[in-house]
């Protein structure tokens, strides 16, 4: 079993930066990815983010070169920091993971392939 926590959401003015953190316990070593997704009221949950265990990154189309996404060395503490931020940028940030080592064609691996997820943290950014 795998406990995710993120913390970090707040309301900012579009432009602004914050960071988010989850952190992970439990069995994590068999857990290869860790992503963030982000769920925008009436909207479908999409991928944000996601590294995998050696450290390759991968970012949607929508926040490629704002966000960044990194673990500390222990990879118990996942980040996504978020700059420049828009309106539509605002939603509620999940922290997942993932067992799957090896993924080709999209970006994110489906839902259905992400075993864990933690609580959600809320991001809102105000034009």
């Known amino acids: 079993q795998v406990y995710l926590v993120e913390s970090g959401g707040d309301s900012v003015q579009a432009g602004g930066s914050l960071t988010l953190s989850c952190v992970a316990s439990?069995?994590?070593?068999?857990?290869?990815?860790m992503g963030w997704f982000r769920q925008a009221p009436g909207k479908e949950r999409e991928g944000v983010a996601r590294?995998?265990?050696?450290?390759?990154?991968r970012y949607s189309d929508s926040v490629k070169g704002r966000f960044t996404i990194s673990q500390d060395d222990a990879k118990v503490t996942l980040y996504l920091q978020m700059n420049n931020l828009k309106p539509e940028d605002t939603a509620m940030y999940y922290c997942?993971?993932?067992?799957?080592?090896?993924?080709?064609?999209?970006?994110?691996?489906?839902?259905?392939?992400?075993?864990?997820w933690g609580q959600g943290t809320q991001v809102t950014v105000s034009s």
């Open positions: 439990g069995y994590t070593n068999g857990q290869y990815l």
């Open positions: 590294i995998d265990k050696e450290g390759s990154r």
């Open positions: 997942a993971a993932s067992s799957v080592r090896s993924w080709v064609g999209s970006v994110f691996p489906p839902e259905n392939e992400w075993n864990y």
